[in-house]
């Protein structure tokens, strides 16, 4: 039987049509997909990311527990409230998932893991963190509501704990800031500004209230979908997974190779991979003919397959289709994808491809 947020009720009312994803009953859209990715990249919407699980990390060896934990260094986070994604690795350097970790105090960080992989991440986390004097706790009474596009600051600021409202304003892109229960970070999954707000389960449904009859429209995972598409972010379980390192998916940038001593699990096979000859480039990619690109088809260059989809779809910001590939290096600047047994030309470029509502191809 599938989950339901603490938000199910509001969903139905306000007009969602409900689909299964990763367990959980979640609104697909409201009426119109492509009108909610039109108001976040033009206004501002809300998405019910409360399927997602905060886990907070605390004890005199949380810092060590997560340097040896994840790929990136949550030594670099010193200024309380600053976040940092990363992947979690498993031995062989595999994606266990990808995930944002806020460091609050030298005893306290705040890591929010994706839905889909919840239980599997918990089942990973207490194991690993036997060694080091930390406890790690899913905060499941906790709500978590995302506010994006160009205007989503503005009308969530007033919505906000009177006591938050000021150090909300004053958030830097990728801090975040907490008090009275409630936690507000500016960070997001659109390629928008905006705040992700958790806060206690039993105050969501008069949040999200507040914020429809401020003009912030309902979204569901479909917007969320071509959003994050749009903005060059990675969907785990499509463009990666436990059988994909970092390395072959566009994430190489979120490793802490520096300083060579910090033994993170997984380093030994990346160190090996990143050698390798031939490591599969993560490409984004423009169909310069007709159809859609979608996951799994597959790429040509000549007669020679290179490569697959990852994800793909119709981007309605720029009203053509795009997606993100894992490729041969000798891809170049362009190949062929296969549609319905047709070539199509695509031309490589480098994601994201919008972002702040804007086009950067």
């Given at each position: 039987?599938?989950?339901?947020?603490?938000?199910?009720?509001?969903?139905?009312?306000?007009?969602?049509?409900?689909?299964?994803?990763?367990?959980?009953?979640?609104?697909?859209?409201?009426?119109?997909?492509?009108?909610?990715?039109?108001?976040?990249?033009?206004?501002?919407?809300?998405?019910?990311?409360?399927?997602?699980?905060?886990?907070?990390?605390?004890?005199?060896?949380?810092?060590?527990?997560?340097?040896?934990?994840?790929?990136?260094?949550?030594?670099?986070?010193?200024?309380?409230?600053?976040?940092?994604?990363?992947?979690?690795?498993?031995?062989?350097?595999?994606?266990?998932?990808?995930?944002?970790?806020?460091?609050?105090?030298?005893?306290?960080?705040?890591?929010?893991?994706?839905?889909?992989?919840?239980?599997?991440?918990?089942?990973?986390?207490?194991?690993?963190?036997?060694?080091?004097?930390?406890?790690?706790?899913?905060?499941?009474?906790?709500?978590?509501?995302?506010?994006?596009?160009?205007?989503?600051?503005?009308?969530a600021l007033p919505l906000l704990p009177a006591g938050l409202?000021?150090?909300?304003?004053?958030?830097?892109?990728?801090?975040?800031?907490?008090?009275?229960?409630?936690?507000?970070?500016?960070?997001?999954?659109?390629?928008?500004?905006?705040?992700?707000?958790?806060?206690?389960?039993?105050?969501?449904?008069?949040?999200?209230?507040?914020?429809?009859?401020?003009?912030?429209?309902?979204?569901?995972?479909?917007?969320?979908?071509?959003?994050?598409?749009?903005?060059?972010m990675n969907l785990y379980g499509s463009d990666m997974d436990?059988?994909?390192?970092?390395?072959?998916?566009?994430?190489?940038?979120?490793?802490?190779?520096?300083?060579?001593?910090?033994?993170?699990?997984?380093?030994?096979?990346?160190?090996?991979?990143?050698?390798?000859?031939?490591?599969?480039?993560?490409?984004?990619?423009?169909?310069?003919?007709?159809?859609?690109?979608?996951?799994?088809?597959?790429?040509?260059?000549?007669?020679?397959?290179?490569?697959?989809?990852?994800?793909?779809?119709?981007?309605?910001?720029?009203?053509?289709?795009?997606?993100?590939?894992?490729?041969?290096?000798?891809?170049?600047?362009?190949?062929?994808?296969?549609?319905?047994?047709?070539?199509?030309?695509?031309?490589?470029?480098?994601?994201?491809?919008?972002?702040?509502?804007?086009?950067?191809?």
């Amino acid at each position: 039987m599938s989950k339901k947020t603490v938000l199910f009720d509001l969903h139905r009312q306000m007009g969602g049509r409900m689909v299964s994803f990763g367990g959980w009953d979640m609104p697909l859209h409201y009426g119109s997909q492509l009108e909610e990715h039109h108001a976040v990249r033009r206004a501002a919407g809300m998405f019910d990311v409360s399927h997602m699980t905060v886990v907070d990390i605390e004890g005199p060896e949380a810092r060590p527990f997560l340097r040896h934990l994840l790929a990136n260094d949550v030594a670099r986070l010193t200024q309380p409230g600053k976040a940092l994604y990363s992947c979690m690795l498993n031995s062989e350097g595999g994606v266990i998932d990808d995930l944002i970790t806020y460091f609050l105090d030298a005893g306290w960080y705040r890591m929010v893991v994706n839905a889909a992989t919840t239980e599997k991440d918990l089942a990973w986390l207490q194991p690993q963190a036997a060694d080091f004097a930390v406890t790690v706790t899913p905060r499941r009474d906790l709500a978590m509501v995302a506010v994006q596009g160009p205007q989503a600051r503005q009308r969530a600021l007033p919505l906000l704990p009177a006591g938050l409202q000021t150090q909300a304003s004053e958030l830097k892109p990728f801090f975040a800031t907490h008090g009275d229960d409630w936690f507000v970070g500016r960070t997001g999954y659109t390629g928008e500004d905006g705040f992700e707000v958790m806060l206690p389960a039993a105050e969501a449904a008069g949040f999200w209230q507040r914020l429809a009859d401020a003009g912030v429209a309902p979204c569901g995972l479909g917007a969320r979908d071509t959003l994050r598409l749009e903005a060059g972010m990675n969907l785990y379980g499509s463009d990666m997974d436990e059988e994909t390192s970092p390395l072959e998916a566009g994430l190489g940038w979120t490793i802490a190779w520096e300083p060579a001593e910090r033994d993170f699990i997984g380093r030994a096979m990346l160190e090996a991979k990143r050698e390798t000859a031939g490591l599969r480039r993560f490409v984004g990619l423009v169909l310069e003919g007709r159809g859609v690109l979608r996951n799994h088809q597959k790429l040509f260059l000549g007669e020679q397959e290179i490569g697959e989809i990852t994800s793909g779809g119709f981007a309605p910001t720029l009203e053509r289709s795009i997606a993100l590939a894992r490729v041969a290096p000798e891809i170049g600047k362009g190949g062929e994808v296969e549609i319905r047994g047709k070539r199509v030309p695509v031309r490589v470029v480098n994601p994201p491809f919008v972002r702040n509502g804007k086009s950067l191809i």
